[in-house]
């Protein structure tokens, strides 16, 4: 008999078989417990969006990725592009949420790009905002919490990059570009970390940028040391733009919160030439960049205080972030750093040797259960050989193995398969044997 | 200043606020622990399929439901629909996934319903399967699993009934009806929970069905007693049919296996009149219904052994069910049932009362969240009073007050909301007095 159709996967999207998923689940819950632990709350918003809500916020290239179809009705809809205009809605939506509103959503986002790899048409983002507050101290909140998921879920070698939209505004107005030019300057700073120094200078020379301005620029971008001495050079650079004095001052603020909420000093630090692409940003603008290994940015961010008033007619101020999913499960692979067994969740397998025997199997694989491990019983048709082969296959790591011999003198053999050994031991001495096994101790 | 747009959100799909997104969480929690705790693992498919996969798999009404589009490339696309079709995708994608391949999925659906009362456009659903074993084990695996994490729940006043595909069809050939309608007379009688006896009489009748076959489907369907009364007299009324006497022969077995993992007596029962509507099932089928309070289907499954040969070429015995998160979440809210405080995650507000204090209240945020509570500090610009209807509004069970006196002193008052009460005690002993107001002891 043929296959009627074909298996197959829309490109760029994938299945997460049990191996990835047992260590995306870990991450999420890590994340979901660090979020949780800072006074964030959950949320999630449905798929499908109308198309109205979508339309206008991710600019012109954003837009044409966003998956827009109709309903039967006629109806314009579009599928979830990221989970900050979502976010927007809702409080537009809901305007008795108690503000500072602290939610975290994690949930998969639809992006129509060209699949190539590392880039998908589905992912999921991890978002932490806090909206109602225009306090530094919210936008610190933010980069503690990104700190401490990535610190419990054991990473270092990341550094967070901080600057402020205001900064790059003073920085265009002080080099003497008109302000029309700002986000045509900024998008070519933004790349600085793809294209280089001499990169940029070429992007900003083909936007017919005068030289003597983009030589300041770079000048400014570029400027390097120890925070307090960049915060002094670009208060003496910048000091007659008054955003520029301002921006500075927030962060000053930032980093004085973030020195309170025990974020070490190195893991931080002032960047010039950091922009965010995103339109939308106002203030302060992050982003956490992994160097060992060399996988770039894993989380990007920053302070939108008008985007919210598209949906409500007043401003409400908001800061926020996005965790790449996908880019943490990478560096963890890089950095074989999982704390975890990650082929299966499945901790024992019983044996099914002789079909004879199958009520003590199963009185054994309960008793199992209700102990708190994790227990599978054989119900396929395999011989022992194969039931061995089909828990190495999944990655399980205790066998239980009961023949009639065994069954008669109330024992059982227990096999470690990572170690190949075995041991025979009174089935009542089976669950503290496990514990130790596994290390559950 | 005008919103520009009118904050909305397509009918029949919901925001899930804090307050349910707590609820949710603690369901799908609970759920997926036991589902690990029987052997299942975790699977992930892509909310977008290729139009192929689904069409064809949800019978003519069905198909309608899918929600259908193209994209730029003008590829045909469709969200997912249920899980079991993605599941029979991937199984015959991976030929060398180990069999049985035990696996679980809590993943929304989506589906183009005209919204009404407690139908939605989007719902999660909790599946869990055992592909690769024809062995009536996995049927009672299943139903055990269900039965677990209901338990697990806190839940009781639940049925979990059973029958058998074969049986249904047995019941058709000894009443003597052709078997071109039995999927015609399946469907009618898969309405008797609907319609009564009565309404099926009438349905069955308007199908042009015999009226002395219609009488001899309604005496056996609706054979009551104990199970091994009805299994008695349902292999002595049906005994001329091969297929009744198998199926009854498979139930005798599911329901022995059940006995032997525990599944109380009383919980399930033989219902001869269950036939689960979806045209794929092959074998047992099962239905768990909530009487208690009364809200009907909660988890409907069953064997389906000629789903994946559609993809795969070659039949493989397959079974497995599916949890309504919603219907769920409106028992636990009906019986009041939640062993949790629901409205927020977060467990202690640290207030704004002096902002000269800022670095005193951030340390003993740092210290509460370093020793496991999920503690908020205020960054917002209410006074005292405002702090604590914020904390009200959100459910936060606890609030620290620290003003310069107590600062002095190295004291706090400690505020639990839900009574009112209130005490100061030194800082050094916050951390045990809050586990104790919480009841984390």
Same mark, same amino acid.
């Given at each position: 008999?043929?296959?009627?159709?074909?298996?197959?996967?829309?490109?760029?999207?994938?299945?997460?078989?049990?191996?990835?998923?047992?260590?995306?689940?870990?991450?999420?819950?890590?994340?979901?417990?660090?979020?949780?632990?800072?006074?964030?709350?959950?949320?999630?918003?449905?798929?499908?969006?109308?198309?109205?809500?979508?339309?206008?916020?991710?600019?012109?290239?954003?837009?044409?990725?966003?998956?827009?179809?109709?309903?039967?009705?006629?109806?314009?809809?579009?599928?979830?592009?990221?989970?900050?205009?979502?976010?927007?809605?809702?409080?537009?939506?809901?305007?008795?949420?108690?503000?500072?509103?602290?939610?975290?959503?994690?949930?998969?986002?639809?992006?129509?790009?060209?699949?190539?790899?590392?880039?998908?048409?589905?992912?999921?983002?991890?978002?932490?905002?806090?909206?109602?507050?225009?306090?530094?101290?919210?936008?610190?909140?933010?980069?503690?919490?990104?700190?401490?998921?990535?610190?419990?879920?054991?990473?270092?070698?990341?550094?967070?990059?901080?600057?402020?939209?205001?900064?790059?505004?003073?920085?265009?107005?002080?080099?003497?570009?008109?302000?029309?030019?700002?986000?045509?300057?900024?998008?070519?700073?933004?790349?600085?970390?793809?294209?280089?120094?001499?990169?940029?200078?070429?992007?900003?020379?083909?936007?017919?940028?005068?030289?003597?301005?983009?030589?300041?620029?770079?000048?400014?971008?570029?400027?390097?040391?120890?925070?307090?001495?960049?915060?002094?050079?670009?208060?003496?650079?910048?000091?007659?733009?008054?955003?520029?004095?301002? %921006? &500075?001052?927030? #962060?000053?603020? +930032?980093?004085?919160? !973030? /020195?309170?909420?025990?974020?070490? @000093?190195?893991?931080?630090?002032?960047?010039?030439?950091?922009?965010?692409?995103?339109?939308?940003?106002?203030?302060?603008?992050?982003?956490?960049?992994?160097?060992?290994?060399?996988?770039?940015?894993?989380?990007?961010?920053?302070?939108?205080?008008?985007?919210?008033?598209?949906?409500?007619?007043?401003?409400?101020?908001?800061?926020?972030?996005?965790? %790449? &999913?996908?880019? #943490?499960?990478? +560096?963890?692979?890089? !950095? /074989?750093?999982?704390?975890?067994? @990650?082929?299966?969740?499945?901790?024992?397998?019983?044996?099914?040797?002789?079909?004879?025997?199958?009520?003590?199997?199963?009185?054994?694989?309960?008793?199992?259960?209700?102990?708190?491990?994790?227990?599978?019983?054989?119900?396929?048709?395999?011989?022992?050989?194969?039931?061995?082969?089909?828990?190495?296959?999944?990655?399980?790591?205790?066998?239980?193995?009961?023949?009639?011999?065994?069954?008669?003198?109330?024992?059982?053999?227990?096999?470690?398969?990572? @170690?190949?050994?075995?041991?025979?031991?009174?089935?009542?001495?089976?669950?503290?044997?496990?514990?130790?096994?596994?290390?559950?101790?």
């Amino acid at each position: 008999m043929a296959p009627k159709v074909k298996p197959a996967i829309l490109k760029g999207t994938r299945d997460f078989l049990p191996s990835q998923m047992v260590k995306r689940a870990y991450l999420v819950d890590t994340i979901r417990k660090v979020f949780e632990r800072f006074g964030f709350d959950p949320l999630e918003t449905p798929a499908i969006e109308r198309w109205e809500t979508l339309s206008g916020k991710y600019g012109e290239e954003g837009e044409r990725l966003i998956y827009r179809f109709q309903d039967r009705g006629g109806r314009e809809l579009g599928l979830r592009y990221d989970l900050t205009v979502p976010l927007a809605r809702v409080v537009a939506m809901y305007p008795h949420l108690p503000k500072p509103f602290k939610r975290y959503q994690i949930q998969p986002v639809w992006r129509a790009e060209k699949p190539q790899k590392g880039r998908f048409r589905e992912f999921v983002q991890c978002d932490v905002d806090i909206v109602g507050s225009s306090d530094m101290l919210a936008d610190a909140e933010i980069i503690a919490v990104v700190y401490a998921a990535l610190t419990e879920l054991g990473l270092q070698g990341f550094k967070i990059k901080i600057n402020n939209r205001k900064v790059i505004r003073g920085m265009i107005e002080v080099a003497g570009a008109p302000i029309e030019q700002e986000l045509d300057i900024a998008r070519a700073i933004d790349k600085l970390d793809k294209i280089g120094v001499e990169g940029v200078r070429k992007e900003l020379e083909q936007r017919q940028i005068d030289k003597a301005v983009i030589e300041r620029i770079l000048d400014i971008m570029t400027l390097r040391g120890s925070d307090e001495s960049v915060f002094a050079a670009a208060e003496k650079v910048l000091g007659t733009s008054e955003a520029a004095l301002e %921006g &500075l001052q927030e #962060l000053r603020q +930032v980093f004085e919160y !973030l /020195d309170l909420l025990e974020v070490p @000093t190195g893991v931080y630090e002032l960047d010039l030439s950091l922009v965010r692409g995103l339109d939308y940003y106002t203030g302060p603008v992050f982003e956490t960049v992994m160097e060992q290994p060399k996988i770039g940015s894993i989380m990007g961010g920053g302070r939108y205080d008008r985007l919210i008033g598209i949906f409500t007619g007043q401003d409400i101020p908001a800061t926020g972030t996005s965790i %790449g &999913l996908d880019r #943490l499960v990478t +560096v963890m692979d890089e !950095l /074989d750093a999982w704390p975890i067994q @990650t082929e299966t969740r499945t901790e024992v397998l019983v044996v099914r040797f002789d079909p004879e025997l199958t009520p003590l199997y199963l009185h054994i694989t309960q008793t199992l259960r209700k102990s708190g491990f994790n227990t599978d019983f054989y119900t396929g048709k395999k011989n022992l050989r194969g039931q061995l082969g089909y828990a190495k296959d999944r990655g399980i790591p205790v066998v239980i193995l009961i023949g009639s011999d065994e069954a008669q003198s109330q024992s059982a053999t227990v096999r470690h398969m990572p @170690t190949g050994q075995q041991a025979t031991l009174p089935q009542s001495n089976l669950i503290p044997y496990i514990r130790k096994l596994l290390g559950k101790e």
